[in-house]
């Protein structure tokens, strides 16, 4: 079983994530969990605070000579602008934040409580998640994340074939889109306002079978759900076709199914094709074998410049929100983090189909069921 739990305030010392699960034998590719931090901290929009911090990954437990051992493995991240006991109390929340509801619930001051739930968090499940997806890349599954939709322009569709590369910038390729972005970007800043976008993640060689059509939380989709809402300031997902399939007629919707038998023999989909793929690679909670679609809606930035209305707290008198600094737009960051997201999810839900105590046995299982896929496959008529 792959889990792992998250610790650490925006301005504490250090954020922390204990991941368990990941099986021995496994290269640490600290360069590869380097590049998912770096790329989650660009993108057009982010405020002072980036050029503050330099996140570098630190491995400090479940590790021998550079490899997993299976033992929890211990990332941690350091926060340069590490300030947390010199800073004040905001004296009016900030709608659109935890500020009023949590610190009521709590019962303490509005400062612990928006220290816990700053997306600054998400450095630490980026690196957990980077670590998860280097267990998918050695059985060759991979995770692509990208910006759709920004500040309500369209960013130009990637190809599948583009998608699939795993190679490109933060976002957009199209220099027009680009410039029109960055624009719309420009402009939120001077106004003292902030944009959200879309954003959506592809993950390409998942075997069928992940997931579970039998209970409700084993459900792929519902479990990918959870993980991307879990994601700060992330207001909807969707699987697929997603909103857009409450709005089309059956025929529509319905991805074909047909067999190719000469590609039977060389891949995990035993030669079913399906020329559309609405389904978002899951159907009955279960993977398909088609790539995994998962769209995300995150809302802009609540802290404004401009300062939204509130209140004093101390006095009840209406007021200006507290406002320090804060990015202007994020949603580069966030595709980010909802690539990663998704593959520590992917991978969770393939170390539960398959033994995940080592690298090796997880591929020997999977190739077992595999082959025993394609037997019983062959040997259709006799199944009960
Ligand atoms: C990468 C990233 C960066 C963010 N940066 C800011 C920020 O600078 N200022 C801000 O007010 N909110 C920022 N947010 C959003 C808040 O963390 C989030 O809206 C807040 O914690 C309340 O949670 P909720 O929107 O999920 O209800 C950011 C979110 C993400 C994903
Ligand atoms: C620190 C990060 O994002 C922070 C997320 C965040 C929030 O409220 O979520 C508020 C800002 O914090 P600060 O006021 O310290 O600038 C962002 O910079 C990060 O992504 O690494």
Redesign the pocket.
């Known amino acids: 079983m792959l889990r792992t739990l998250t610790a650490g305030e925006s301005h504490g010392s250090a954020l922390t994530a204990i991941v368990e699960g990941i099986p021995a034998g496994v290269t640490l590719d600290r360069a590869f969990i380097d590049r998912e931090l770096e790329r989650?901290q660009g993108g057009y929009g982010?405020?002072k605070?980036q050029k503050l911090e330099t996140d570098r990954i630190f491995i400090d437990s479940g590790t021998f000579k550079g490899v997993s051992t299976g033992a929890p493995i211990t990332l941690r991240l350091i926060n340069n602008d590490a300030k947390l006991e010199r800073l004040s109390e905001p004296a009016a929340p900030?709608g659109?934040?935890?500020d009023l509801a949590g610190s009521i619930s709590y019962q303490t001051g509005i400062r612990q409580v928006?220290e816990r739930?700053?997306?600054?968090e998400?450095a630490v499940r980026v690196a957990a998640g980077a670590l998860a997806r280097l267990v998918l890349r050695e059985v060759g599954i991979t995770v692509f994340g990208y910006v759709a939709e920004l500040g309500g322009i369209a960013a130009p569709p990637l190809s599948r074939d583009v998608a699939v590369r795993d190679a490109s910038p933060v976002y957009t390729l199209n220099p027009e889109a680009d410039a029109a972005i960055v624009a719309a970007i420009d402009a939120a800043r001077e106004a003292g306002d902030?944009l959200g976008g879309v954003v959506e993640t592809i993950v390409t060689g998942c075997p069928i079978g992940l997931g579970s059509h039998v209970q409700p939380d084993r459900r792929l989709d519902a479990r990918l759900a959870c993980a991307v809402m879990g994601?700060?300031?992330?207001?909807g997902v969707e699987i697929g076709l997603g909103f857009e399939a409450a709005r089309r007629p059956g025929s529509k919707v319905m991805d074909p199914i047909r067999y190719e038998p000469e590609h039977d023999a060389d891949d995990r989909r035993y030669g079913f094709r399906r020329p559309s793929n609405n389904a978002g690679g899951i159907e009955g909670g279960t993977s398909n074998g088609e790539p995994i679609v998962v769209r995300a809606a995150?809302?802009p930035?609540?802290?404004l410049a401009s300062r939204g209305p509130s209140i004093n707290m101390a006095t009840k008198a209406e007021s200006p929100a507290t406002y320090e600094?804060?990015?202007v737009c994020?949603v580069p960051?966030?595709s980010v983090?909802v690539e990663n997201v998704v593959g520590f999810e992917i991978a969770a839900a393939l170390l539960e189909r398959f033994d995940g105590s080592s690298l090796d046995s997880l591929r020997a299982t999977m190739a077992a069921v595999h082959a025993l896929n394609r037997e019983k496959l062959d040997h259709w008529a006799e199944r009960p």
Do not use: Y
């Not at 739930?117 to 600054?120: E, I, V, Y």
């Open positions: 989650r982010r405020g605070r900030r659109g934040h935890v928006l739930a700053s997306a600054r998400t902030t994601v700060q300031a992330i207001k995150k809302k930035i609540s802290t600094r804060s990015d994020a960051a966030a983090i």
